[in-house]
């Protein structure tokens, strides 16, 4: 674990640091929402390479994951050159699908800068259908999901996109 001072507890699944990149940054002067979902992205590629999904599987077997469906919460900005660290939780799997939140927080600062939630597809790319996981990578999705089922689940996940109206 890292040592910094004001880190949030996070026993989810660790994944590599990034930072912001100067294009990454938008008029505003902080970075864009479309480079938050790329981060993520770029984040889910290291969680699939860790569960043997990633590129050269791609590559091995000609099935790949899509995404089906994402939620993004942006809390708060982050800047040119912040250091970003992630985490990743595993929220459900079954035969074809895994459900996950991913938190990305200030690297030194230790804020929560924005979550992602997914859900993806496991798909042939020959017959653009989904598919079965295969039997290695089903058996680590459910190992993952089996540890991840006693973390709390994400406030965040599930919700719905609305505008709260204070009661009259």
């Not at 929560?112 to 295969?134: F, K, M, N, Y």
Request: charged residues 25%; aromatic residues 10%.
């Amino acid at each position: 674990m890292n040592d910094m001072p004001n880190k949030p507890l996070d026993p989810a699944l660790e994944l590599p640091p990034a930072q912001v990149l100067p294009e990454w940054i938008d008029y505003n002067g902080h970075m864009n929402v479309a480079y938050y979902v790329l981060a993520f992205d770029k984040t889910l590629d290291r969680f699939c390479d860790r569960i043997d999904v990633g590129a050269d599987y791609v590559k091995r077997t000609n099935q790949s994951i899509f995404t089906l469906e994402m939620h993004v919460h942006y809390r708060q900005e982050v800047l040119q050159g912040d250091p970003l660290r992630f985490t990743f939780q595993l929220l459900d799997a079954d035969d074809k699908r895994m459900h996950y939140f991913m938190r990305m927080y200030h690297g030194t600062e230790g804020y929560l800068a924005a979550t992602c939630e997914q859900i993806a597809l496991h798909v042939d790319l020959g017959s653009r259908r989904t598919a079965p996981w295969p039997a290695a990578q089903r058996e680590r999705l459910m190992a993952l999901k089996a540890e991840h089922a006693a973390l709390p689940r994400p406030a965040e996940a599930g919700s719905v996109i609305a505008i709260r109206r204070k009661s009259a």
